[in-house]
């Protein structure tokens, strides 16, 4: 669940980097972006936790050599997180073209 104070954090940083101020709009747009940013932890969090289970019902998880994978589980997340992004750009895009 980092990605919420990284995304305001960095939210935050960028309106200073650019000199904008903080504004009615600007801190719905935060509360827009927090929603974002735990939606996309949750998502990530279902999905690893997904991941393991299927992972020790597989052949488990007992010692330290079956995390050899862990390249693979995380070339996975990216994968799964890339489409979330892809999703939600979408979403916005749409929602931006109906008003």
């Not at 597989?58 to 994978?69: E, S, V, W, Y």
Request: glycine content about 8%; overall charge neutral.
């Amino acid at each position: 669940m980092a990605t919420l104070p990284f995304a305001l954090v960095g939210g935050f940083w960028l309106m200073y980097v650019l000199g904008y101020n903080m504004s009615i709009a600007s801190a719905v747009g935060f509360i827009a972006l927090a929603g974002v940013a735990a939606e996309i932890g949750v998502v990530m969090l279902v999905y690893v936790n997904q991941a393991v289970a299927a992972r020790e019902a597989a052949d488990g998880l007992h010692d330290q050599r079956n995390f050899a994978q862990a390249p693979k589980l995380i070339e996975n997340l990216c994968r799964k997180l890339r489409v979330e992004l892809l999703m939600l750009r979408d979403i916005r895009l749409h929602s931006s073209n109906t008003e």
